[in-house]
């Protein structure tokens, strides 16, 4: 009985340790959920606050325009008026322009093809003439077109009034000159040579200038170069092979490896594929290579301007 006594005391105050340390964990929780609780009720009055405060900003800021748009303010009343008259006017002239050109050129374009394309046909003219006729084209005679007078056009009648004052304007002086001779009259002479601008300076531009590089090289004699003297291939002693290769056709079959220009002889690279021409009538001899009329245009040829399909595997062709 003693022993069941003991038992049972030690039951009830683990038992109760238990509940206190289960009452603790319990407060504890609870204490962080009013503190997380606590902090989204501040984050949602921060939230709240700052959309209040940008709808404010938008509603002040849509008024201020309201009312700079509303107000009665002199100068910018006078400058809308002006702007909306502007507008308004290149409105009608457009408007005019293309009513002008509709009427002189478009609807007589416009009636020539009608006539021309949907016109009555030779058994109707023989019904209406009461004869008949034949119509054919001589060779060399011009073939049907839309046919219109220039001085028609509305949008040429400012360059043809610009031509004819041009025209008045050197007849006049020539008379006026004393010297009916002369053929046209003579722009003043310049009073300095030409100059490029600053703002076109760079290699290019002044190379590209009659005294530029070609004009160096043909004053420094035959044998010139105009490309580089040190171009070559890439060296593959090492082992490794050079990148940029091409694969070409060679017939029915392809060539692998192939280094295009450096492969065409010496001194193909710096002066060009031509070079392989030249014979020793010396400069242009090389012509045939800029042939434009008895090249091939077989299938051959335009196979070969193709580009051949990458290999994928080592193996195959």
């Keep these: 009985s003693t022993f069941s006594g003991r ?6 105050s683990a038992s109760a340790g238990s509940l206190q340390q289960q009452a603790r964990k319990e407060a504890v929780i609870s204490a962080k959920q009013r503190q997380l609780d606590a902090l989204r009720e501040e984050d949602q009055r921060t939230v709240r606050r700052r959309v209040e405060k940008r709808s404010n900003l938008r509603e002040d800021r849509f008024y201020r325009m309201l009312d700079d748009l509303t107000k009665h303010d002199t100068v910018a009343t006078e400058v809308g008026f002006i702007l909306r008259g502007h507008e308004d006017e290149e409105e009608r002239r457009r408007q005019t322009v293309y009513g002008d050109w509709l009427n002189s ?3 007589p374009l416009e009636a020539q093809a009608d006539g021309h394309f949907n016109g009555p046909s030779r058994a109707e003219l023989q019904q209406l003439t009461g004869q008949r006729r034949v119509d054919f084209a001589e060779p060399g005679q011009d073939k049907f077109r839309l046919r219109c007078a220039t001085t028609q056009d ?3 009648r400012e360059l043809l009034q610009h031509g004819w004052e041009v025209a008045f304007d050197q007849e006049a002086t020539r008379v006026l000159s004393g010297s009916r001779s002369a053929p046209a009259l003579r722009d003043a002479r310049a009073a300095s040579r030409p100059v490029l601008d600053a ?3 760079g290699q290019l531009r002044l190379q590209a200038q009659p005294c530029g590089r070609f004009a160096q090289v043909v004053e420094s004699g035959p044998g010139v170069r105009m490309g580089k003297a040190w171009a070559f291939a890439p060296s593959e002693a090492d082992g490794v092979l050079a990148a940029g290769k091409r694969t070409v056709r060679v017939g029915r079959g392809v060539l692998h490896g192939d ?3 450096y492969g065409r002889g010496p001194g193909a690279e710096s002066r060009g594929e031509a070079s392989a021409y030249k014979t020793w009538h010396g400069a ?11 090249f091939p245009t077989d299938a051959a040829a335009t196979d070969a301007e193709f580009p051949v399909g990458k290999r994928l595997y080592p193996r195959w062709p």
Aim: no cysteine; aromatic share 6%; glycine share 10%.
């Design 284 to 294: 242009s001899s090389a012509a045939p290579a800029q042939d434009h009329y008895t």
């Design 7 to 12: 038992l049972s005391r030690r039951g009830r």
């Design 154 to 156: 509305p949008l040429k």
């Design 259 to 261: 280094v295009g220009v």
């Design 105 to 107: 050129v478009g609807r």
């Design 199 to 201: 703002t076109e300076w």
